[in-house]
Nanobody, 127 residues
Framework: QVRLVESGGGSVQAGGSLRLSCTVF????????FGWFRQTPGKEREGVAR????????IYADSVKGRFTISRDGAKNTLYLEMNNLAPEDTAMYYC????????????????????WGQGTQVTVSS
């Protein structure tokens, strides 16, 4: 059974940093599409960052480029999202997502629908 377990959310002031973690149980992450998404009440879930581990390629939403970094530790089967210079508009529930069966082009497609999701971790940024 595949499970994604997230941690690392919390409350910070604007300009602060947080690192989210997502540990994958149930399959090896050596070749997989991973992503971080976020959602606020009343809004659609938004893609934040993606990494295709087979090619170690990454993409980011324009709103987080230069501030967020997605990475992976294969030995720990864990995905990370390093968030720096946080702003109040980054406040959201953050979800990690994974799919070991999708190709790299589809991983980066706006139509990607992840096979697995984490439970979410709340990030709150105060001004």
């Amino acid at each position: 059974q595949v499970r994604l377990v997230e941690s690392g959310g919390g409350s910070v002031q604007a300009g602060g940093s947080l690192r989210l973690s997502c540990t994958v149980f149930g399959y090896s992450t050596s070749t997989s599409c991973f992503g971080w998404f976020r959602q606020t009440p009343g809004k659609e879930r938004e893609g934040v960052a993606r990494i295709y581990t087979g090619a170690i390629s990454t993409i980011y939403a324009d709103s987080v480029k230069g501030r967020f970094t997605i990475s992976r530790d294969g030995a720990k089967n864990t995905l990370y999202l390093e968030m720096n210079n946080l702003a109040p508009e980054d406040t959201a529930m953050y979800y990690c997502a994974a799919d070991p069966l999708v190709s790299r082009p589809n991983c980066y497609s706006v139509s990607w629908r992840p096979r697995y999701w984490g439970q979410g971790t709340q990030v709150t940024v105060s001004s």
